[in-house]
């Protein structure tokens, strides 16, 4: 595609329950990063992918996370037992590969409200 | 551990008139900085990158500087036009081999325009 894009846009949910969150990157980018937006803070590092493979999950905040890529394209973010601390827009961009002359495009992110 | 410090937080100004964005930032070994406008609802773009030899940049009315030695950048935004009303955040990459690299993030500044 054009850019990266992210479904759902918006997503609220009760607490507890589980959420998926999509990501599909520009066609050819072998990197994938996931970032949490919280009010008022910085991008937070969340996990970053070369192809399949996440060389670095160090930014998950706890096992509730998880986050997976298949065919080196598509990525999902998993939160489980969704707590009202999650909320945050969730930010996914692509990169053409992953080092740091490379920029980073990012989707549109998905607003997450946990009740 | 790498900090990058923005400011004002926030501002207005009137169409028209000029303004300057501050950023600070710790990162070490430094390999590039980024200014990136992130409009409400929208992914960041970005709009310039500078490496250690660059002292300047500019993209249409946007300017950024950095001064490497005291670890300071800003952006300049020249006869500022009502779509310039967004969130700009610094970007900061721990220069990295291979794969193996950190972006460090500003929380923003929120520039708000008036006609």
């Known amino acids: 595609g054009a850019g990266v894009s992210q479904s759902p846009s918006n997503k609220v949910t009760e607490k507890g329950k589980d959420v998926e969150l999509r990501c599909d990157p520009i066609?050819?980018?072998?990197?994938l990063y996931w970032y949490r937006q919280s009010l008022g803070q910085g991008l937070e590092f969340l996990i970053y992918?070369?192809?399949?493979?996440?060389?670095?999950k160090s930014g998950l905040p706890s096992d509730r996370f998880s986050a997976e890529r298949t065919g080196g394209s598509v990525s999902t973010l998993t939160i489980q037992r969704t707590q009202q601390e999650d909320s945050a827009v969730y930010l996914c961009?692509?990169?053409?590969?992953?080092?740091?002359?490379?920029?980073?495009?990012f989707g549109p992110g998905t607003r997450l409200t946990v009740l | 551990k790498n900090q990058v410090e923005q400011s004002p937080q926030s501002l207005i100004i009137l169409e028209g008139k000029n303004c300057t964005l501050q950023?600070?930032?710790?990162?070490?070994?430094?390999?590039?900085l980024r200014w990136y406008k992130q409009d409400t609802g929208r992914g960041p773009v970005s709009l310039t990158i500078?490496?250690?030899?660059?002292n300047t940049k500019s993209n249409g009315r946007y300017t950024a500087t950095l001064d490497a030695d005291t670890k300071q950048s800003s952006l300049h935004i020249t006869a500022s036009q009502l779509s310039d009303s967004a969130s700009y955040i610094c970007?900061?990459?721990?220069?990295?081999?291979?794969?193996?690299?950190?972006?460090?993030f500003g929380a923003g500044t929120t520039v708000t325009v008036r006609a």
């Open positions: 970007v900061v990459s721990e220069k990295g081999w291979g794969y193996d690299y950190k972006l460090s």
């Open positions: 066609s050819g980018h072998t990197a």
């Open positions: 992918f070369q192809g399949n493979s996440a060389p670095d």
């Open positions: 961009a692509s990169s053409l590969i992953g080092n740091s002359d490379n920029e980073q495009f």
């Open positions: 500078m490496t250690f030899s660059e």
């Open positions: 950023c600070n930032y710790t990162v070490s070994p430094f390999s590039n």
